[in-house]
T-cell receptor
């Protein structure tokens, strides 16, 4: 079945450590996105990528980094520079980077900093 | 400023009844799109329905319909014949062009509880 997978589902990190969240899609979508969700709030865009080897900062990119070496994969690294990384992270993809096109979401990764 | 407002933090509805979840938006763009997503406790965001700003008719998808009132800048979601499985968070979102790119702006969400 086509879809988006994220791993791990739960992630615990010590302060000062970098961690990488995985996002893979087999929908043959060009565009991929990373969102952050805090309790009681909607989603905020961290980074997005329209095509391989290209990505752009979203609204809250500070303390995060991404890569897009393959069409199917868009990993997100939460660096030690991110001041408050505990949150729920959602990856999404769409056929192309036009929000009128439906975005499909993965199941999410819940990151907790100890 | 482009913004989505959902004023109902939580809603309760009896099974089989209809419920309306409110959403108002603010944008100066003549062309925009409005989305509703459902987020169950598992966390995944599920697309429900889409309304384009130039669409003449209100969007419908099965038990979901979008009550689009352009002059009032509202895009309320109506769920008919509620089911226990409808219990979830519901997010209204708007397509916006901001900061040099297209993006989705989300509201804070409404938690819906369906009672038997």
């Amino acid at each position: 079945d086509g879809g988006i997978t994220q791993s791990p589902k739960y992630l615990f990190r010590k302060e000062g450590q970098n961690v990488t969240l995985s996002c893979e899609q087999n929908l043959n979508h060009d565009a991929m996105y990373w969102y952050r969700q805090d309790p009681g709030q909607g989603l905020r865009l961290i980074y997005y990528s329209q095509i391989v080897n290209d990505f752009q900062k979203g609204d809250i990119a500070e303390g995060y980094s991404v890569s897009r070496e393959k069409k199917e994969s868009f990993p997100l690294t939460v660096t030690s520079a991110q001041k408050n990384p505990t949150a729920f992270y959602l990856c999404a993809s769409s056929i192309r980077q036009e929000p009128v096109v439906e975005q499909f979401f993965g199941p999410g990764t819940r990151l907790t900093v100890l | 400023a482009q913004k989505i407002t959902q004023t109902q933090p939580g809603m309760f509805v009896q099974e089989k009844e209809a419920v309306t979840l409110d959403c108002t938006y603010d944008t100066s763009d003549p062309s925009y799109g409005l989305f509703w997503y459902k987020q169950p406790s598992s966390g995944e965001m599920i697309f429900l329905i889409y309304q384009g700003s130039y669409d003449q008719q209100n969007a419908t998808e099965g038990r979901y319909s979008l009550n689009f009132q352009k002059a009032r800048k509202s895009a309320n979601l109506v769920i008919s014949a509620s089911q226990l499985g409808d219990s979830a968070m519901y997010f209204c979102a708007m397509r916006a062009f901001s900061g040099g790119y297209n993006k989705l702006i989300f509201g804070a969400g409404t938690r819906l509880a369906v009672h038997p």
